[in-house]
C-alpha cells in the first residue's frame, strides 16, 4: 500500500498570508490527524477528522482549520500568519479515530 | 488538558549499552502508542499496548504499560547506531476525551560509538 502523502514539501510564505496543506491518506484510513511540530514544543496535535467529521480538537487558534473529503482526503488551512507558525506540519493516517497513526513526510512550513 | 510527559529529554549511550526512556500521563490513558522519529524523519508507529500492567518485546526493545495505565517505559537493550533518534509516546485519554491523541515531548538517544 502506498502511505501517506503530503503536499507541498516545503513552503515559505510572508506574514498575513494564508496557506493550504494537502494530505491523502492511506488506502482505507477514514481518520486523518494533523499535528505541527516544532523544536521547542515537539508534537502537538491540531485536529483529527474521521468520515468527514471533525472529531477532536487541540488547543489551537481559530486561524488554524480543517476539512476532509469523501474520499478522505484532507486539508489545513492556516490564515493571517504568524512567524511562530513556522513548523514542521504532519498528517497521520489511521483505521480508527485516535488509533496508531501511520505519519506522511510532513510539510515544512516557512514564514517570513 | 491532558499532558504526557517523557524523560529523560536527552539520553547519551555508549554503544552496546541501554537505554531506557519513561512516559507518565496526568490522566488513565486508553492505551499507549510509542513512536520513533529518526533525524529528518517522521515519526513511525513502533507499537501500542492496552492492557494494564502489558509488557510487549520486540527483539531488542522492551515496551511497558503501567498497572493503572497512567504510565509506560521503553527498554532497549544493548544498544545499535541504528537505534539513534527520538522516542515517543502518545495516549488517548480513556472515556473518550475530546483532545485527540497527545504526545510526549520524547527523548532524543544519542549514542556514540
Known amino acids: 500500500k502506498a502511505g501517506v502523502t503530503q503536499t507541498p514539501r516545503y513552503l515559505i510564505k510572508t506574514r498575513g498570508q494564508q496557506v493550504t496543506l494537502s494530505c491523502s491518506p492511506i488506502?482505507?484510513?477514514?481518520?486523518v490527524s494533523w499535528y505541527q511540530q516544532t523544536p521547542g514544543q515537539g508534537l502537538q496535535f491540531l485536529f483529527e477528522?474521521?468520515?468527514?467529521?471533525?472529531?477532536n480538537k487541540g488547543n489551537f487558534p481559530g486561524r488554524f482549520s480543517g476539512r476532509q473529503f469523501s474520499n478522505s482526503r484532507s486539508e489545513m488551512n492556516v490564515s493571517t500568519l504568524e512567524l511562530g507558525d513556522s513548523a514542521l506540519y504532519l498528517c497521520?493516517?489511521?483505521?480508527?479515530?485516535?488509533?496508531?497513526?501511520?505519519f506522511g513526510p510532513g510539510t515544512r512550513l516557512t514564514v517570513t | 488538558g491532558q499532558q504526557v510527559m517523557q524523560i529523560p529529554q536527552y539520553q547519551h549511550v555508549q554503544e552496546g549499552e541501554d537505554f531506557t526512556t519513561y512516559c507518565n500521563s496526568s490522566?488513565?490513558?486508553?492505551?499507549i502508542q510509542w513512536y520513533k522519529q529518526r533525524p529528518g524523519g517522521h515519526p513511525v508507529f513502533l507499537i501500542q499496548?492496552?492492557?494494564?500492567?502489558e509488557v510487549k518485546k520486540q527483539k531488542r526493545l522492551t515496551f511497558q504499560f503501567g498497572e493503572a495505565k497512567k504510565n509506560s517505559s521503553l527498554h532497549i537493550t544493548a544498544t545499535q547506531t541504528t537505534d539513534v533518534g527520538t522516542y515517543f509516546c502518545a495516549g488517548p485519554e480513556a472515556g473518550g476525551g475530546a483532545d485527540g491523541l497527545t504526545f510526549g515531548k520524547g527523548t532524543h538517544l544519542i549514542i556514540q560509538p
Open positions: 497521520a493516517s489511521s483505521l480508527e479515530a485516535r488509533g496508531e497513526q501511520y
Open positions: 490522566t488513565t490513558l486508553s492505551n
Open positions: 499496548l492496552v492492557k494494564s500492567g
Open positions: 477528522y474521521f468520515s468527514e467529521t471533525q472529531r
Open positions: 488506502s482505507g484510513h477514514r481518520s
